[in-house]
């Protein structure tokens, strides 16, 4: 019975009500609530020792899972107020969503998103992630370092998270929410996001005049090689996000350090 399962005690196996304080909102692997039940003090006592590296971890997946959402929503607002594409239109055939760039006017980098384009709001998070999954990772990363910042001994190696000693695994991070493969999570375990990844190319598009139009949009502003440009607007927009956070902490008097 599924019920006995969930409450039986991590020690003794007999049916138990009384949680462990210390991961009360602790997260398993797959950002599930971890529920560590027992059916008295000694047992808890008794059982310390193998769920001190469990119960760490289930916090530090919680900061993590929740850190995770937290800098998604803040990259579709920042995208929302600054969208580097121009799009025309977009429309759905099936489940797919045909996307088409529009005719860019003047020199600008950043614009403003346009709300027309999308009536569902999970169509528009695919839009304002469209080729951004790792422009989030580099324009938020000093965030991304602030909120992750609770987890304890952990590394961020480009979009992975790699989890304290002993978790064995290692969780991905995306801040677009990993949208370009069908999916609106900011984090999953690794394994899942590969399989996903590799699962998800189903149709390969004729790759259109992408240089020309950044030839076209930013000549004028940047230098025009090509391979020159697309770093010069991150460096532009991470800018930007950073003077964001440093305004919030002034009128907040908070501190995201
Ligand atoms: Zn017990
Ligand atoms: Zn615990």
């Known amino acids: 019975m599924a019920a006995t399962e969930q ?7 007999k049916p138990a009500s009384t949680r462990c304080a210390g991961c009360i909102e602790g997260l398993d692997q797959n950002g599930q609530l971890s529920l560590t039940y027992y059916c008295n003090k000694d047992c808890q006592r008794a059982h310390w020792p193998k769920h001190k590296n469990d119960c760490k971890l289930a916090n530090a997946r919680k900061v ?11 990259w579709m607002a920042f995208r929302e107020e600054a969208f580097d594409l121009c799009l025309g239109q977009a429309h759905k055939e099936g489940e797919e969503l045909h996307v088409f760039e529009g005719k860019w006017n003047g020199p600008q980098v950043l614009v403003r998103y346009q709300q027309h384009l999308a009536s569902d709001p999970l169509d528009k998070e695919a839009l304002l992630s469209h080729r951004a999954c790792t422009d989030a990772v580099a324009n938020i990363h000093g965030l991304i370092l602030k909120i992750f910042a609770g987890i304890p001994k952990f590394v961020i190696v480009e979009a992975m998270v790699k989890m304290p000693q002993g978790s064995g695994k290692v969780i991905f991070h995306q801040a677009s929410g990993s949208i370009d493969y069908g999916q609106h999570r900011a984090v999953m ?15 390969a598009y004729e790759i259109g005049s ?7 949009r930013y000549a ?8 020159e440009m697309v770093p010069a607007v991150h460096t532009e927009i991470r800018k930007c996000v950073e003077q964001a956070v440093r305004n919030w902490e002034q009128r907040s008097g908070q501190s995201l350090a």
Do not use: N
Request: proline fraction near 6%; hydrophobic fraction near 30%; aromatic fraction near 10%.
């Open 210 to 216: 992408g240089m020309r139009r950044y030839e076209g």
């Open 7 to 13: 409450t039986a005690c991590a020690a003794c196996g």
């Open 189 to 203: 375990p690794c394994d899942e996001y590969c399989s996903l990844t590799s699962s998800s190319f189903i149709k």
């Open 220 to 227: 004028g502003v940047v230098s025009p090689t090509p391979g």
């Open 64 to 74: 993590l899972y929740r850190g995770g959402e937290f800098l998604m929503t803040v």
